[in-house]
């Protein structure tokens, strides 16, 4: 079936795009538009494609943000409680690196997950959209 090729295609490019860094990257190596499925079934199924990358992606970046926020509170059990200034200042004693946010920067830029130092520390994602930014703060 003409339909279940073109399918087979362009999810195999999407697969290939998943490895990107970011979702701004991983949107730059998808397929951007459909293929001209004939049916209603493929072009149904087509819809959930982005919506899994999303999904991805937001999973990715709280990952990220949990893995931040264990080394800021690590860091602050050994600095009697003083947050660290900025999360450079985990790596590589806590981190390996600071964590790159999944959901920010563009296909050509990685941005690390925003961090503000305080008496309860913040670090944050960019998210999808402006009411979707991923937050943890960081209570004494």
């Known amino acids: ?17 998943s490895s990107a860094p970011t979702l701004a990257s991983f949107n730059k190596h998808a397929p951007e538009f459909p293929p001209l499925y ?34 800021v509170r690590h860091w602050m059990i050994d600095h009697n409680g003083a947050p660290p200034a900025t999360l450079d200042d985990l790596v590589p004693a806590y981190l390996p690196a600071v964590p790159i946010d999944p959901l920010g920067g563009s296909s050509t830029k990685n941005i690390p997950l925003h961090y503000h130092p305080a008496r309860e520390p913040v670090i944050s994602s960019a998210g999808v959209g402006a009411s979707s930014a991923l937050t943890v703060h960081l209570a004494p």
Do not use: E, P, W, Y
């Open 1 to 17: 079936d003409a339909d279940l090729a073109l399918s087979l295609d362009d999810l195999t490019a999407r697969v290939d795009a």
């Open 38 to 71: 004939q049916t209603a079934f493929f072009k149904q199924m087509h819809a959930t494609f982005n919506r899994v990358a999303i999904t991805h992606f937001r999973a990715l970046t709280m990952l990220r943000l949990s893995t931040a926020a264990l080394a």
